[in-house]
């Protein structure tokens, strides 16, 4: 294989650094409060695609570095070295490098700016299970249930980031938003 980045690195870490998309992987007390923010969500006809859940340390690494590498946040020299994982950042040309880079963001279908301003972490709440990238859809505008508490409408809206009520729910079940990535919830919000 190839060890210059580049979107044939998504298929090595399908294998050898995979993330899960079950709720199930999830650390036992987000696990729960995740679960029952869902359940709610399902209930008032919300569409809830997960995307990510348990992150593996290689993976996070993939991502971090070809965004900042792609968005000229930093010189790929500058990528520290990962065991178990040869790949080459630079290319020998900047240009190239961040061509290489932008190419495996792309394919691994990383959010980008607008809809995230900041690269993904090397370390995260997604590694610690503490955390979940999902999409909710609905149409309209839907009632949900806050827990233990009093029904919320929430009116749809394409910026997540921006739905308040919606986080406001979320919340109420632990379950917080990070309003500067538009899938990312998590234990603290961050």
């Not at 294998?15 to 209930?43: Q, Y």
């Not at 090397?122 to 508490?149: F, P, Q, Y």
Request: proline letters at 6%; glycine letters at 8%.
């Amino acid at each position: 294989m190839d060890a210059r980045s580049g979107a044939h690195w998504v298929t090595w870490a399908d294998t050898h650094a995979r993330n899960s998309r079950r709720i199930e992987d999830l650390e036992a007390s987000f696990r729960r409060n995740g679960e029952a923010f869902l359940a709610v969500l399902k209930e008032a006809g919300a569409q809830v695609g997960v995307s990510a859940t348990r992150r593996s340390p290689k993976r996070a690494y993939l991502f971090h570095w070809p965004w900042k590498i792609a968005h000229g946040k930093c010189h790929p020299a500058d990528a520290a070295p990962m065991a178990g994982i040869g790949i080459r950042w630079d290319h020998g040309d900047v240009a190239k490098s961040r061509a290489g880079a932008a190419e495996l963001a792309r394919a691994f279908g990383l959010a980008m700016p607008p809809r995230s301003i900041h690269a993904p972490a090397l370390t995260s709440n997604h590694i610690a299970g503490k955390a979940v990238d999902m999409s909710i859809r609905w149409s309209g505008t839907m009632e949900l249930a806050r827990k233990g508490g009093a029904p919320v409408a929430v009116s749809w809206s394409p910026n997540v980031n921006a739905n308040l009520p919606l986080h406001e729910v979320g919340a109420s079940y632990g379950v917080l938003k990070l309003r500067s990535d538009a899938p990312h919830w998590s234990f603290n919000g961050r």
